[in-house]
């Protein structure tokens, strides 16, 4: 788990950074189309989905990620509690971008997803649009900045 330099070589035998996505959604039909959009090889790829929190939480012992897309209310249990633990589960210079995606976009609900570790807060209706762009080039502010920037 600790090699998470690794980077498959792109096409060009540049190194290439694709980034996993681990999807915690319960809607079938908004995680067919958040696959879609957020699969592009060489760069993003949904490498695991969740739809509870405890399907979540195995996912991220599992395997490590690049970037969480987390939605709030679940089938079962909560994505805040997920944020929570994954906080805590990677190491602070491997925090991964932690993206929220929900339809309860109040300013509690996102005061409550920023306290718990989240890095973006994205309304379901209004921001879809804003998603891939935010998981192409969006870093955790809980990773310390780089020395080489």
Same mark, same amino acid.
């Given at each position: 788990?600790g090699?998470?330099?690794? +980077?498959?070589? %792109?096409?060009? %035998?540049?190194?290439?950074?694709? +980034?996993?996505?681990?999807?915690?959604?319960?809607?079938?039909?908004?995680? +067919? +189309?958040?696959?879609?959009l957020?699969?592009?090889? %060489?760069r993003?790829?949904?490498?695991?989905?969740?739809?509870?929190?405890?399907?979540?939480?195995?996912?991220?012992?599992?395997?490590?990620?690049?970037?969480?897309?987390?939605?709030?209310?679940?089938?079962?249990g909560?994505?805040?509690?997920?944020?929570?633990?994954?906080?805590?589960?990677?190491?602070?210079?491997?925090?991964?971008?932690?993206?929220?995606?929900?339809?309860?976009?109040?300013?509690f609900?996102?005061?409550?997803?920023?306290?718990?570790?989240?890095?973006?807060?994205?309304?379901?209706?209004?921001?879809?649009?804003?998603?891939? %762009?935010?998981?192409?080039?969006?870093?955790?502010?809980?990773?310390?900045?780089?020395?080489?920037?």
């Open positions: 788990m090699t998470a330099e690794l +980077r498959p070589s %792109g096409f060009n %035998g540049s190194p290439t950074a694709e +980034r996993r996505i681990l999807l915690i959604e319960d809607s079938a039909v908004l995680s +067919r +189309r958040l696959v879609d957020l699969s592009e090889p %060489g993003l790829a949904v490498t695991a989905q969740a739809a509870t929190q405890s399907e979540a939480l195995l996912k991220l012992q599992e395997a490590s990620y690049d970037v969480l897309v987390v939605d709030i209310e679940l089938a079962e909560n994505g805040v509690a997920v944020i929570r633990q994954a906080r805590q589960l990677y190491p602070p210079d491997a925090q991964p971008l932690i993206v929220v995606l929900t339809n309860y976009a109040s300013d609900v996102r005061d409550h997803c920023f306290a718990a570790g989240a890095d973006y807060f994205l309304d379901k209706m209004r921001d879809i649009t804003l998603l891939k %762009g935010i998981v192409v080039d969006g870093h955790s502010k809980w990773t310390p900045p780089a020395s080489s920037h």
